[in-house]
């Protein structure tokens, strides 16, 4: 068993600029409604430390959780979010880009897909430019409590196969039936350490 991660709110930040500084940190990014609240908070074994919403793009800033070490993970504003305002869209891609793209101390970005759903398109791009530009990141699929026994093997080939990945490089969880939550732990620290 992993205990824990121990994250504490530090603060939610409207851009790169007004991050505190960290000795390494992870990021959640996804489409919005994909469980990157609920994870964290599973993660974590707290049941509101990071806010979650039935009501997709709730969250719209960068949300930074620290550990006593100086270690952090960052709950990134959900992408795909249909009615959110062109301008809004702009600005969220601006935003991100410069974080995900100049964050220094950036180990690791948890790329969350809906594991009852699998990638959508938005999900591929991301994937693709986070390739384009050796972005270290990982595939987490959530959800796995929707998944039918029956399904799991076929779901979890195609899911992988949709990302251009083996199954076997893809991380799933589920936040309500908590499983796969250690495996993602020890990862999370061995990224932060
Ligand atoms: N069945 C199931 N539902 C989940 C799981 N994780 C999250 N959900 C549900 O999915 C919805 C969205 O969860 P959030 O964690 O708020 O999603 P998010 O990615 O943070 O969304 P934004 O902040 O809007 O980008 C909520 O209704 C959750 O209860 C899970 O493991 N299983
Ligand atoms: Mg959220």
Same mark, same amino acid.
């Given at each position: 068993m992993s205990p824990p991660l121990r994250l504490e709110f530090v603060m939610s930040a409207p851009s790169l600029d007004h991050l505190p500084d960290t000795r390494a940190e992870v990021a959640v990014v996804g489409r919005s409604n994909v469980g990157k609240s609920s994870l964290l908070n599973a993660l974590a074994n707290r049941k509101s430390l990071a806010q979650t919403s039935k009501?997709?793009?709730?969250?719209?800033l960068l949300n930074l959780f620290e550990m006593a070490d100086g270690t952090a993970v960052v709950d990134c504003p959900g992408y795909g979010y249909a009615q959110a305002p062109k301008a809004m869209q702009a600005k969220w891609q601006a935003m991100m880009e410069r974080y995900l793209c100049e964050r220094e101390q950036l180990e690791m970005i948890l790329v969350l897909v809906d594991g009852a759903i699998g990638p959508t398109k938005l999900d591929v791009q991301m994937l693709d430019w986070l390739r384009s530009l050796e972005l270290p990141h990982t595939v987490v699929a959530t +959800?796995?409590?929707?998944? +039918?026994a029956s399904q799991r093997d076929r779901r979890q080939r195609e899911l992988a196969e949709g990302c251009h990945l083996h199954a076997g490089d893809v991380v799933w969880v589920s936040a309500s039936a908590r499983t796969g939550l250690d495996k993602l732990r020890d990862l999370v620290r061995t990224w932060l350490a």
């Open positions: 009501t997709p793009g709730r969250t719209r +959800k796995a409590d929707k998944v +039918k």
